[in-house]
């Protein structure tokens, strides 16, 4: 098992049926290679991780990262895990503003880049919170 995650800026004029394409894409993709995970939309930013086979998952992550409904498609983590977070959720998904992100997770604008630092723990913990929140 292997997870990644990634955290990118949304371009200005996504909108709410982008974000539904989004999910719908995923969802069949997904499923189709055996991926699990959680799309996470705030500030005009996204967190994601994703779940699965580590090529497999490099597949999905190198056509993510040539989706034009975003930029600066930065690399947080990546690595073997032991079980999947998500394993009923082909792709779970989460939509809160900045003040949700800073005081449940203590994630704000820049926080992305300042603390790309994180541990394997403090990441898990991460999506662990994501998770309890959107089941």
Request: proline share 1%; net charge positive.
């Amino acid at each position: 098992m292997y997870e990644l995650v990634y955290h990118s800026k949304a371009r200005s004029r996504i909108n709410k049926s982008d974000i539904t394409d989004i999910l719908e894409i995923s969802r069949a993709n997904n499923k189709k290679y055996s991926i699990t995970g959680c799309l996470i939309y705030f500030g005009k930013k996204f967190i994601q991780i994703l779940e699965g086979d580590k090529s497999a998952v490099h597949n999905i992550y190198s056509k993510i990262e040539q989706d034009n409904r975003h930029f600066e498609v930065t690399l947080f983590y990546h690595g073997p895990k032991m079980n999947r977070e998500f394993k009923k959720w082909s792709m779970g998904y989460f939509e809160g503003d900045n003040s949700i992100m800073q005081t449940k997770f203590g994630i704000s604008e820049n926080a992305l880049l300042e603390n790309s630092h994180r541990s394997k723990e403090t990441v898990k913990e991460f999506w662990q919170s994501i998770k309890k929140i959107i089941e």
